[in-house]
């Protein structure tokens, strides 16, 4: 099973910006579609970008033209670069990797906490 560790969190005031990382334990992005998530309190879990093998990006609509997801193949890493830092994006951010072909094995990181405050 592959795993993730995600770093980068941490506490910015609003309109600011952070950059998670997600390092993955082997080279798994050709046969992975990697996602962020998050999850605030009391909130459901929420999918905020996602990038496929072919490295095609999609957003939320909460997120879009804030938030850019990359990845660095010699690096095995993923990045969320989170842009004009809103209170609302208070959350923890997990990375997923999700298998693209049967049976689509899924892993998942640990989570880094965001915290968006004056």
């Known amino acids: 099973q592959v795993q993730l560790v995600e770093s980068g969190g941490g506490l910015v005031q609003p309109r600011g910006s952070l950059r998670l990382s997600c390092a993955a334990s082997?080279?798994?992005?050709?046969?992975?579609?990697m996602n962020w998530y998050r999850q605030a309190p009391g909130n459901q879990r929420e999918l905020v970008a996602t990038?496929?093998?072919?490295?095609?990006?999609n957003y939320a609509s909460s997120v879009r033209g804030r938030f850019t997801v990359s990845r660095d193949t010699a690096k095995n890493t993923v990045y969320l670069q989170m842009n004009s830092l809103k209170p609302e994006d208070t959350a923890v951010y997990l990375c997923?990797?999700?298998?693209?072909?049967?049976?689509?094995?899924?892993?998942w990181g640990q989570g880094t906490q965001v915290t968006v405050s004056p």
């Open positions: 990038l496929t093998p072919g490295n095609s990006a």
């Open positions: 082997g080279s798994i992005f050709s046969d992975n579609v």
């Open positions: 997923n990797a999700r298998g693209s072909r049967y049976p689509y094995q899924e892993s």
